[in-house]
């Protein structure tokens, strides 16, 4: 065997992570085999490599004992003692059993063993390192696409884009740029297998943390998100300084922020609101661009009832009951949404204890800007 399998693992060592120590071990236990298998030897034996040297030896081990039954695997004693006097019952002998004809054998062995322990390792490293990626954005390149996935190339592997993830007003094409959401990193039997998404609410908070510097530090955080892919979607933040305008820095300048994820999304419509620990005020904020007059709240059932003027009624509840339903899922909380005329029948508006009333006009201000700019920036 030649050393240059030592510059070989050397090389393993140094470029594909792979200690050295454990191919040889790997390299050894392939040779025992291959003994054993091509010899018809199923004697304990021991394989000594000295990859600097390029050289091999097979050494079969013999228990020492008074009466042999297995001559494969026990020596007499007085035959022990002949190569070493010191033997005794019980010990271990080696005696040298390298076959002429075993480097073309052992060098078949040595190549297979590494070969699969690359591939072994190789996977081991990507596993390794998109586990770390699990929950996070990545931009592929689409490579092609079958009944159940697109094909997406994030570089070392292909991730898979199943279609119940893809947006619906999305097409795709071989070598299109896409930013996908990792969703799942799994260990099979052919490699890790990577399962991305472009629907994921976890997409939107990523965009936003790359376009925002103020949620990337911090400033600004990202409470919930609520999402119908490819249509519409919802998103509350809140700063923690009173200083700093989470809406405002998320919107941008002249509303760049957030259009570079509109266009991202292929003209996915976005709804940026104030987070709130009342829920009278998020509920009220989450409804936007629709104006609220009055929230009661029911804290046993989760749930609130949310009066609106009569002609903010179908802008309230949106397009097929669009706006209500995401913004019950920004919010955690059941959403009954009336009318002022509806409310007044039922006897339940003009309420005495409306915790709105002293904040309409902060709330008209809010989705007053908010309706400007949706109609203006992303329509």
Same mark, same amino acid.
């Given at each position: 065997?030649?050393?240059?399998?030592?510059?070989?693992?050397?090389?393993?060592?140094?470029?594909?992570?792979?200690?050295?120590?454990?191919?040889?071990?790997?390299?050894?236990?392939?040779? &025992?085999?291959?003994?054993? $298998?091509?010899?018809?030897?199923?004697?304990?034996? %021991?394989?000594?490599?000295? /990859?600097?040297?390029?050289?091999?030896?097979?050494?079969?081990?013999?228990?020492?004992?008074?009466?042999?039954?297995?001559? $494969?695997?026990?020596?007499?004693?007085?035959?022990?003692?002949?190569?070493?006097?010191?033997?005794?019952?019980?010990?271990?002998?080696?005696?040298?059993?390298?076959?002429?004809?075993?480097?073309?054998?052992?060098?078949?062995?040595?190549?297979?063993? &590494?070969?699969? !322990?690359?591939?072994?390792?190789?996977?081991?490293?990507?596993?390794?390192?998109?586990?770390?990626?699990?929950?996070?954005?990545?931009?592929?390149?689409?490579? $092609?696409?079958? +009944? %159940?996935?697109?094909?997406?190339?994030?570089?070392?592997?292909? +991730? /898979? /884009?199943?279609?119940?993830?893809?947006?619906?007003?999305?097409?795709?094409?071989?070598?299109? $740029?896409?930013? =996908?959401?990792?969703?799942? &990193?799994?260990?099979?039997?052919?490699?890790?297998?990577?399962? =991305?998404?472009?629907?994921?609410?976890?997409?939107?908070?990523?965009?936003?943390?790359?376009?925002?510097?103020?949620?990337?530090?911090?400033?600004?955080?990202?409470?919930?998100?609520?999402?119908?892919?490819?249509?519409?979607?919802?998103?509350?933040?809140?700063?923690?300084? #009173?200083?700093?305008?989470?809406?405002?820095?998320?919107?941008? #300048?002249?509303?760049?922020?957030?259009?570079?994820?509109?266009?991202?999304?292929?003209?996915?419509?976005?709804?940026?609101?104030?987070?709130?620990?009342?829920?009278?005020?998020?509920?009220?904020?989450?409804?936007?661009? +629709?104006?609220?007059?009055?929230?009661?709240?029911?804290?046993?059932?989760?749930?609130?009832?949310?009066?609106?003027?009569?002609?903010?009624?179908?802008?309230?509840?949106?397009?097929?009951?669009?706006?209500? !339903?995401?913004?019950?899922?920004?919010?955690?909380?059941?959403?009954?949404?009336?009318?002022?005329?509806?409310?007044?029948?039922?006897?339940?508006?003009?309420?005495?204890?409306?915790?709105?009333?002293?904040?309409?006009?902060?709330?008209?201000?809010?989705?007053?800007?908010?309706?400007?700019?949706?109609?203006?920036?992303?329509?």
């Amino acid at each position: 065997m030649s050393s240059e399998l030592y510059d070989a693992l050397l090389y393993l060592e140094k470029e594909k992570g792979i200690e050295r120590n454990l191919l040889i071990d790997a390299i050894e236990a392939a040779l &025992v085999s291959a003994y054993k $298998r091509n010899f018809n030897q199923a004697q304990n034996v %021991r394989v000594d490599l000295n /990859l600097e040297g390029g050289s091999m030896r097979v050494f079969a081990r013999k228990e020492v004992v008074d009466e042999v039954f297995d001559s $494969r695997l026990e020596i007499a004693a007085p035959d022990a003692a002949l190569i070493n006097p010191a033997y005794e019952i019980g010990d271990i002998v080696e005696m040298e059993v390298t076959p002429k004809d075993f480097g073309r054998i052992a060098a078949q062995a040595a190549k297979q063993v &590494v070969t699969q !322990r690359v591939r072994e390792a190789e996977r081991g490293i990507i596993y390794s390192e998109f586990i770390d990626r699990e929950e996070d954005i990545m931009t592929g390149i689409v490579q $092609r696409q079958d +009944a %159940r996935f697109i094909y997406v190339s994030l570089g070392k592997i292909e +991730a /898979l /884009l199943p279609q119940s993830e893809q947006m619906p007003n999305e097409t795709y094409k071989p070598h299109d $740029r896409i930013k =996908v959401f990792i969703t799942k &990193v799994e260990r099979t039997t052919k490699g890790p297998q990577i399962f =991305v998404s472009r629907t994921h609410p976890g997409l939107l908070k990523r965009l936003f943390e790359i376009e925002v510097p103020e949620i990337f530090d911090g400033t600004v955080e990202i409470r919930s998100v609520s999402r119908e892919a490819g249509d519409r979607s919802k998103i509350s933040v809140h700063a923690e300084n #009173p200083e700093v305008d989470p809406v405002g820095a998320c919107v941008g #300048p002249k509303g760049n922020r957030v259009q570079a994820i509109v266009n991202e999304l292929k003209g996915e419509k976005i709804d940026i609101v104030k987070w709130s620990d009342d829920p009278v005020v998020f509920v009220a904020n989450a409804l936007s661009p +629709a104006k609220v007059v009055e929230v009661s709240v029911d804290e046993e059932n989760k749930a609130t009832t949310v009066i609106v003027p009569d002609y903010q009624l179908s802008l309230a509840i949106g397009k097929r009951g669009q706006n209500a !339903r995401l913004a019950a899922k920004l919010t955690g909380w059941k959403i009954d949404i009336k009318s002022e005329t509806d409310a007044r029948a039922a006897g339940i508006y003009p309420s005495e204890n409306s915790k709105l009333n002293d904040q309409d006009d902060e709330f008209e201000s809010t989705n007053d800007n908010l309706e400007d700019f949706f109609s203006e920036e992303i329509e």
